[in-house]
């Protein structure tokens, strides 16, 4: 499966979808769908994308689901000579900007690369070379000479800025590049969806598709609303522990296989998180098993997702956080395994089969 699961992951990454313009990665994704799985998505006021799969009667509905955006930027002031400042869209780390390669993203396609300037090393004073630039002290040049320039190109304040979208391998079984988080949880829905298509039984599931998660997760909650379902399966990244300045976040390494969220809890803002329902715990350590797949763990502080809303929809749903490790979150250039990504859709495969009527989703004498 990596072959095909790596050819959908480099065209969404390549693919611009910064939050709140999400309509191009939402068109290949919806094209990936009709080619693989022969479904053709609905979507919504949010641009949320999603495709139902019927199944029995009496057995719990369950939401599939991960993001589908990018965090990034907008053009916040067009300078008089063309320079172009940019406000932050979602968690974009200041000391990771200096110098990258930016795509601002046009609306009639017309896209303009730029960089995101970095002073020159010989006009550096001794007192900045150890200072990280705020990103309101940054700018982009994208080759223009004036604002005039700018407004011929159809750059205006509100445009879309994003990291140059890029996708390279990284020895065998690697992918380093741009938007890792969360077009990878995007190609595995996807090779989900083919398996879908073909199966017969099993229980109703929306594979969907959300918008606006990097803008404090708003995509996902009308959705959730309207589906209404009683089992929520959330994709994104877990944090990789396996480098030298994250040893101690927990046990998650690239190439040990898919991972499992027993608790989140943001900690900063939204004061937001999620523990998972004990039955969703036991059936994907059960699955993994039984699709020998080894199942790595996770517990942070600091993390997110749509889940943390989805769970509070209509008189509660049963929710887990699954996803891949990943190095180097929110950054140009962010790290995944492909093994990683085979084994999530082999254990969501063997999930998904093992819902059907009757699946207890009760909590009375639940203890774990």
Same mark, same amino acid.
């Given at each position: 499966?990596? %072959?095909?699961?790596?050819?959908?992951?480099?065209?969404?990454? #390549?693919?611009?979808?910064? *939050?709140?313009?999400?309509?191009?990665?939402?068109?290949?994704?919806?094209?990936?769908?009709?080619?693989? *799985?022969?479904?053709?998505?609905?979507?919504?006021?949010?641009?949320?994308?999603?495709?139902?799969?019927?199944?029995?009667? !009496?057995?719990?509905?369950?939401?599939?689901?991960?993001?589908? $955006?990018?965090?990034?930027?907008?053009?916040?002031?067009?300078?008089? $000579? &063309?320079?172009?400042?940019?406000?932050?869209? !979602?968690?974009?780390?200041?000391?990771? +900007?200096?110098?990258?390669?930016?795509?601002?993203?046009?609306?009639?396609?017309?896209?303009?690369?730029?960089?995101?300037?970095?002073?020159?090393?010989?006009?550096?004073?001794?007192?900045?070379?150890?200072?990280?630039?705020?990103?309101?002290?940054?700018?982009?040049?994208?080759?223009?000479?004036?604002?005039?320039?700018?407004?011929?190109?159809?750059?205006?304040?509100?445009?879309?800025?994003?990291?140059?979208?890029?996708?390279?391998?990284?020895? #065998?079984?690697?992918?380093?590049?741009?938007?890792?988080?969360?077009?990878? &949880?995007?190609?595995?829905?996807?090779?989900?969806?083919?398996?879908?298509?073909? =199966?017969?039984?099993?229980?109703?599931?929306?594979?969907?598709?959300?918008?606006?998660?990097?803008?404090?997760?708003?995509?996902?909650?009308?959705?959730?609303?309207?589906?209404?379902?009683?089992?929520?399966?959330?994709?994104?990244?877990?944090?990789?522990?396996?480098? /030298?300045?994250?040893?101690?976040?927990?046990?998650?390494? +690239?190439?040990?296989? /898919?991972?499992?969220?027993?608790?989140?809890?943001?900690?900063? &803002?939204?004061?937001?998180?999620?523990?998972?329902?004990? *039955?969703?715990?036991?059936?994907?350590?059960?699955?993994?098993?039984?699709? #020998?797949?080894?199942?790595? =763990?996770?517990?942070?502080?600091?993390?997110?997702? $749509?889940?943390?809303?989805?769970?509070?929809? !209509? #008189?509660?749903?049963?929710?887990?956080? +699954?996803?891949?490790?990943?190095?180097?979150?929110?950054?140009? +250039?962010?790290?995944?395994?492909?093994?990683?990504? %085979?084994?999530?859709?082999?254990?969501?495969?063997?999930?998904?089969? =093992?819902?059907?009527?009757?699946?207890?989703?009760? =909590?009375?004498?639940?203890?774990?």
């Amino acid at each position: 499966m990596t %072959d095909a699961l790596r050819k959908v992951l480099t065209d969404l990454m #390549e693919t611009p979808g910064l *939050a709140g313009h999400e309509d191009r990665v939402r068109n290949r994704i919806a094209d990936w769908l009709h080619k693989v *799985a022969g479904v053709d998505g609905q979507t919504d006021r949010m641009g949320n994308l999603w495709a139902t799969f019927p199944g029995e009667a !009496g057995a719990p509905s369950v939401l599939l689901f991960t993001h589908m $955006d990018q965090l990034g930027f907008v053009v916040r002031k067009v300078e008089s $000579d &063309g320079f172009l400042r940019l406000e932050r869209l !979602g968690g974009v780390p200041e000391r990771a +900007l200096a110098a990258q390669a930016v795509l601002v993203c046009v609306e009639n396609g017309c896209d303009v690369p730029g960089v995101i300037a970095n002073k020159s090393h010989h006009a550096t004073s001794p007192e900045e070379k150890y200072q990280v630039v705020r990103y309101r002290d940054l700018y982009v040049d994208a080759g223009f000479a004036s604002a005039e320039d700018t407004k011929a190109a159809g750059v205006r304040i509100g445009t879309p800025v994003v990291y140059a979208p890029r996708a390279m391998a990284l020895g #065998e079984f690697r992918v380093a590049g741009t938007s890792v988080d969360d077009r990878a &949880g995007c190609a595995a829905l996807i090779q989900i969806a083919r398996r879908l298509a073909a =199966r017969e039984g099993g229980p109703t599931v929306h594979v969907a598709f959300t918008t606006q998660e990097e803008f404090n997760l708003r995509g996902a909650l009308p959705l959730a609303q309207r589906l209404n379902p009683d089992i929520a399966l959330q994709i994104d990244l877990m944090l990789a522990s396996d480098t /030298p300045d994250a040893g101690d976040l927990g046990e998650m390494k +690239l190439g040990e296989g /898919p991972g499992m969220s027993l608790y989140s809890f943001h900690g900063r &803002g939204t004061l937001n998180g999620v523990i998972p329902h004990p *039955a969703l715990v036991r059936l994907a350590e059960d699955s993994a098993e039984a699709s #020998e797949v080894t199942l790595q =763990r996770s517990a942070q502080t600091g993390v997110l997702t $749509d889940l943390s809303y989805v769970q509070l929809v !209509g #008189e509660g749903v049963a929710s887990l956080d +699954l996803g891949f490790p990943m190095r180097y979150s929110h950054s140009a +250039l962010e790290v995944c395994d492909m093994r990683d990504l %085979d084994g999530l859709v082999s254990l969501l495969d063997e999930m998904l089969a =093992r819902i059907g009527p009757g699946f207890d989703l009760s =909590r009375v004498g639940g203890a774990v």
